[in-house]
């Protein structure tokens, strides 16, 4: 029996910083015609060939990331993905292996190739753009599942993309029909749903796990509207809905309270990938351990993904079990059946 078994995906990433990557807005024509989507740019003048300053391999995807914190903190943990038949898969599952993660239930794809991303950013503490190749662990669908494999006490599903968003529904149906507890964080491929599909599984999850613009997506609410966007999620998910909000921290409800955090004012941010994996990870360790005491993990949420953002990587300076790290304050509001919220 395991404590946790993720799904999703694990990918390579190679990791590019270049002083010669040059930000520029985007100067495009009207609002719906924009050559970038977040109005600004990562250049490079074609033709030439440009310097690199700093190259490095680290291992990503929303499955092994979460696996990782998950088998850092002491659970038994198993990862339930696709790979291809090529250096890369053998690689991520090396590393699995030395985070004594569980590769049973990994399958290797001769059609595609591994997941494999190139991530770019000039190093001044700008964002970066990621180049994703989303490949074999896109395969992997019911058909292909051992699902009398799945002994565990949790499911943790990534966000999800391909054949196995198709089985999102399926694995959350299967968890439910055998008392497994399962915590999301869904793709936009699954939050492109139909509604009342996606109600109907959200009924059977025990924990919500969405940024701010997924919230705001799937809600239609805009994410300003933090009372109203719960208000939604609450109807939707009897369980824990938790919105991240990248440095302003986190808000998360249980239907009657809503818990409010933010980050470590002290904290030190290099690279933001990986965030929402590794605070999600580290929030779902304390729930698990704690039998769901939100505050904990709420703290763990915060100081893993707040480890794992000092360094380069998604599954660098993730917390071991017993680590000390900074507990920020949790502050909680009842909220009224009309769900004005009222200090306590
Ligand atoms: N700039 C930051 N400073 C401090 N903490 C951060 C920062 N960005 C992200 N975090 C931490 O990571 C958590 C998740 O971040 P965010 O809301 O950006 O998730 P996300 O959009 O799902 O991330 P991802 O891009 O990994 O999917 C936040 O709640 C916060 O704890
Ligand atoms: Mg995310």
Redesign the pocket.
Known sequence: MYDIITFGSATRDINLKSKAFKITKDTSAGAGDKDFVTGEGICLSLGSKIDIDEIKYTSGGGGTNTAATFAKQGFKTAFCGAIGADEAGLRVVKELKDMKIDVRLLQKRKEKSTNQSVIISNGDGEDRTILAYRGAAELMDKNTISWNKLKTKWIYLAPLSGLLCDTFEEIVDFAKQNNIKVAINPSKQQLSLPIDQLKKIFQKVDILFL??EEASFLTKVSFHEESEIFKKLDEMCPGIAVM????E??VASDGKYLYYAS?NPD?K?VD?T????S?ASGFLSDYMRYNGDIERAIQL??GN??AN?KEIGAKTGLLEKNAGFVRVPVTRQLCSENNLCITK
């Open positions: 940024n701010q991240t909000k990248g440095g921290g986190v980050p904290r941010i933001t990986g965030a929402g994996d605070f949420g915060l993904s707040e953002l």
